[in-house]
């Protein structure tokens, strides 16, 4: 059964950078598929932050891609998120998940970390 | 950027109803890329759909996708107590994953 958790402080203060990782069990990173990063801010919809392959290419969302970083260790199969300069707009609940490199779908998603940015 | 508007905002239904949700897509798009998830509060989405009408592993029969173009439809056909949730649909493309707003399903 594949498994994703993610770890990570749950405050971050403003200006400063968001690191979260996400540990992959059940399956090997190096076997395949794209590993995504997706938040949800309180009470609002699902917005994708970006994801990466096995080799290391990465995808981010254009609206984000100045303050992101995603990579992966592909011998701890965890992979990570880095989100510089955040305010209080990037409070949100933080998912990791996997999805397919076809299609695109997430067919497993971790449980989700609340990120509070505040002073 | 594909842009996926869902409708309604918000489905007031009881259980045994049938409920019809709306995903429109900005421009044309592969159903092979079309993906509709549940959430229930405090949980992470669920994938139910994908490729607009294939069903994921486990997910019961009453839940269905179809449509083309840029228009796609996810229907619960008798709501059981626990698909009160919101639904989301999902497009990949160029610009990766791209998400609907959401239907959120309520009990009337």
């Known amino acids: 059964q594949v498994q994703l958790q993610e770890s990570g402080p749950g405050l971050v203060k403003p200006s400063e950078t968001l690191s979260l990782t996400c540990a992959v069990s059940?399956?090997?990173?190096?076997?395949?598929?794209?590993w995504g990063w997706i938040r949800q801010p309180p009470g609002k919809g699902l917005e994708w932050i970006g994801s990466?392959?096995?080799?290391?290419?990465?995808y981010y969302n254009s609206s984000l891609k100045s303050r992101v970083t995603i990579s992966v260790d592909t011998s701890k199969n965890q992979f990570s998120l880095k989100l510089s300069s955040v305010t209080a707009a990037d409070t949100a609940v933080y998912y990791c998940?996997?999805?397919?490199?076809?299609?695109?779908?997430?067919?497993?998603w971790g449980q989700g970390t609340l990120v509070t940015v505040s002073s | 950027e594909i842009v996926l508007t869902q409708s309604p905002g918000t489905l007031s239904l009881s259980p045994g109803e049938r409920a019809t949700l709306s995903c429109r897509a900005s421009?044309?798009?592969?159903?092979?890329?079309l993906a509709w998830y549940q959430q229930k509060p405090g949980q992470a989405p669920r994938l139910l759909i994908y490729?607009?009408?294939s069903r994921g592993t486990g997910i019961p029969d009453r839940f269905s996708g179809s449509g083309s173009g840029t228009d796609f439809t996810f229907t619960i056909s008798r709501l059981e107590p626990e698909d009160f949730a919101v639904y989301y649909c999902?497009?990949?493309?160029?610009?990766?994953?791209?998400f609907g707003g959401g239907t959120k399903v309520e009990i009337k």
């Open positions: 490729g607009a009408s």
């Open positions: 990466i392959y096995r080799s290391g290419n990465t």
């Open positions: 421009q044309s798009v592969s159903s092979s890329f």
């Open positions: 998940a996997r999805h397919t490199t076809n299609y695109g779908w997430a067919d497993y």
């Open positions: 999902q497009h990949y493309g160029t610009s990766l994953l791209t």
């Open positions: 059940g399956y090997s990173i190096s076997s395949g598929y794209y």
